[in-house]
């Protein structure tokens, strides 16, 4: 069965801290996607990349980096963690070439910054 | 300019009736995606169904289908005989051609609350 699997479910930081957000896939899929979902606002794109090491900007990169060191695992990395970026993350993969270009998705991690 | 947008925040609808739940959508690419994603309250996102710009027949998946409205940009989803497990967040979403990576643009989404 396919899997989009994030590290945590449910995380609680303070400002200030480091936040380090994994996501892997055992799918093969070039791509892969960091979101973020806000009640009202949907889902809008952070950063996304389409190969390993290779990383795009989405609608709202501010205040968050991304690494992709291997081919399965896409890492979101807010560096000084503000009130602001509480949210719903939801990662996402698929493949380079398809017919639908369909998104896969994780569970989500629902972040909390006090 | 918002490219997906849902009107509809939220919706009642009562259990085995239909429901249509309204997206309409900009772009000036001729070759688009359009997606429709369910989340139940457990977070996850399902894919429902999909409709190619080209596509002649509006897409249908079992209890799904997608009244797609080119010249309208509109691409409304159906649920027929609606059951109490359809409560959910419903997402649309298109993939334009010149979209880098395959990514996904999402409109607010709709709540839709089926009444037993």
């Known amino acids: 069965d396919v899997k989009v699997t994030q590290s945590s479910r449910y995380l609680v930081k303070r400002t200030g801290e480091k936040v380090f957000l994994e996501c892997v896939q055992d799918m093969d899929h070039e791509n892969m996607f960091w979101y973020r979902q806000d009640p009202g606002l949907g889902l809008r794109l952070i950063y996304f990349s389409y190969d390993v090491k290779m990383k795009e900007k989405g609608d709202i990169p501010e205040g968050y980096s991304v690494s992709r060191e291997k081919k399965e695992r896409f890492s979101l990395i807010l560096e000084s963690a503000s009130t602001n970026q509480t949210s719903m993350y939801l990662c996402a993969s698929s493949l380079a070439s398809t017919g639908t270009g369909e998104l896969f998705f994780g569970e989500g991690s629902r972040l909390t910054v006090l | 300019a918002q490219k997906i947008t849902q009107t509809q925040p939220g919706m009642f609808v009562q259990e085995k009736e239909a429901v249509t739940l309204d997206c309409t959508y900009d772009t000036s690419d001729p070759s688009y995606g359009l997606f429709w994603y369910k989340q139940p309250s457990s977070g996850e996102m399902i894919f429902l169904i999909y409709?190619?710009?080209?596509?002649?027949q509006n897409a249908t998946e079992g209890r799904y289908s997608l009244n797609f409205q080119k010249a309208r940009k509109s691409a409304n989803l159906v649920i027929s005989a609606s059951q109490l497990g359809d409560s959910a967040m419903y997402f649309c979403a298109m993939r334009e051609s010149n979209n880098a990576g395959n990514m996904l643009t999402f409109g607010g989404g709709t709540r839709l609350m089926v009444k037993p």
């Open positions: 409709q190619g710009s080209y596509d002649q």
